[in-house]
Each structure stands twice: as structure tokens, then as C-alpha cells.
């Protein structure tokens, strides 16, 4: 299983190395892949504390290369710092109105600089009461993946945007109908080869939860936001077999 950690705006560079001091013990046998995205002002605390185990990543870069953009990081940047970056998150696409054609530019560039890159995709609760799922999602992918062709470096995020934050998780069979689709449409995009494509789960996964998530088709790893803070529950998931 690959097991993300989403950070979003929280912990300092101290709090960052304290975590990795406490997590690395705590995952030093599992057999799971690990990946943290902190903010950009601990990455480099992260690439320097955390064990070779644990994979480092951003949560957003822009797709210029450098110029007059103030505010913005490129890839080059990051570059000498870490190889995943999370891309299209709820919280760009909804609280920074982010749209599928600036998540598209940036995924190729990303690609380009030879990041790993997770797309996050998922609907609102307004959506999903309109029964929009699968038409939103179909959106989001061929939008986002606009002239890209089938790479091993790119996975997906299903990340319903009525669950995140909330404590409440979906119910297993929302998250095994969303994935399917999503396997679906991947392989219309990038045939057979997409079989292999990641798509991760996202959406208050816990200690308490993340087994029985493991153990849905089509669900090869976890972003966890929340319970990715702490290192010891964070590490229980890192922990959980399939
Ligand atoms: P929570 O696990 O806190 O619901 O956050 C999910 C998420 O947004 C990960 O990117």
C-alpha cells in the first residue's frame, strides 16, 4: 500500500523534526510505501530529518519555471528538495479556484522535472446529491490529463470533498463504485497500461478505518490530512497491512 501524508498548513520547522525524530522509529519495519507532504518551509527539514524510508513531496507548484510571479514556487525549485507533489487538491480547487486547465499546466511540467505527481480529484456534496460523481470525476481526469500520455509516475487521489475534514468517512461502496469509474476512465485515456496507475483514497482515514479501506478493489494506498499530524497514529496507518 502507499500511504500518503497531507500536512496543509500546519507545523513549524522544530514541530517537524520532532515528528520524524518519534515516526521513523515507529516505521522503521513496515512494508507499506511512505510519503509526507509538509508546507514549502519544512521540506527541507523534512528531506533532512525524516528516514530514507519515507518519500518527500509538496502540495502544490506552479508551472512556470521563474519570472514575476510573486508568491509562487516552480518545480525547478523544488527540485534539489523532494520528487512527488500533490496536485488539484480539494482545497486549491475550492477555497483558490483553481481550475483543471492550470492543474493540467502544471502537471506537465511536473513531469517534465521528473516529479511524481498525485492528482486529486473528487466531488461535492452538492454534486453527489445531484448524482454528478462520475461526471465531475470524468471532467476533472480528462481535463487535467489534457495531451498527457500513459506515465508510471502519475497516480490519482479520489478525495470526495464532503468527507475531508469531517471525522465521517464514505461508505464502502461510494469508494469502491468511485474507484472503478476512475480505473474506467484511466484506461480510456492511457489503455491496459493504466491497470497499474495508483489511486490512492483520501477523506478522514484513521488508525480505526484505514484496514477496511485497504481492502477495497482498485484502492492501492491512502492521503491521509488529519491523522498524518501525529506520529503515532500516522504511523498505525503506515503500519496496517493490507
Ligand atoms: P482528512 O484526512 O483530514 O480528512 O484530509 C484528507 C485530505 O484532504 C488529504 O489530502
Known amino acids: 500500500m502507499f500511504v500518503a501524508g497531507n500536512w496543509k498548513m500546519n507545523k513549524t520547522v522544530k514541530e517537524t523534526k520532532d515528528f520524524f525524530n518519534e515516526f521513523n ?30 518519500f518527500i513531496g509538496a502540495q ?30 480539494s482545497d486549491q480547487r475550492h477555497k483558490f479556484s483553481e481550475s483543471n486547465q492550470s492543474i493540467n ?29 462520475n461526471l ?24 470526495p470533498v464532503w468527507v475531508i475534514g469531517t471525522g465521517k468517512t464514505a461508505k464502502q461502496n461510494d469508494v469502491f463504485e468511485a474507484h472503478s469509474f476512475i480505473r474506467s476512465q484511466l484506461t480510456e485515456l492511457f489503455g491496459e497500461k493504466a491497470n497499474s496507475t495508483k489511486i490512492l483514497y483520501g477523506g478522514s482515514v484513521k488508525p480505526e ?14 492521503l491521509v490530512g488529519g491523522a498524518s499530524l501525529n506520529p503515532k497514529t500516522f504511523a498505525q496507518i503506515a503500519n496496517t497491512a493490507k
Do not use: M, R
Not at 502537471?107 to 473528487?122: D, P, Y
Not at 480528462?142 to 498527457?148: C, F, M, T
Open 105 to 133: 499546466k502544471k502537471i506537465k511540467t511536473a513531469l517534465k522535472f521528473n516529479f511524481n505527481v498525485i492528482l486529486c480529484v473528487g466531488e461535492t456534496l452538492e454534486e453527489k446529491e445531484e448524482e454528478k460523481t
Open 209 to 222: 478505518n484505514c484496514k477496511e479501506i485497504f481492502s477495497i478493489k482498485n484502492v492501492d494506498g491512502v
Open 60 to 89: 502544490d507548484a506552479f508551472f512556470e519555471e521563474k519570472g514575476e510571479f510573486t508568491g509562487k514556487v516552480s518545480f525547478l525549485q523544488l527540485k534539489d528538495f523532494c520528487d512527488f507533489v500533490l496536485l488539484g487538491h
Open 136 to 159: 465531475v470525476l470524468s471532467e476533472q481526469l480528462s481535463d487535467s490529463l489534457k495531451g498527457i500520455f500513459f506515465n508510471s509516475k502519475l497516480f490519482v487521489a479520489y478525495e
Open 25 to 54: 522509529k515507529l516505521v522503521s519495519k513496515t512494508k507499506n510505501e511512505i510519503l509526507i507532504c509538509p508546507s514549502f518551509p519544512c521540506i527541507p527539514a523534512a528531506k533532512q530529518f525524516a528516514s530514507k524510508k519515507v
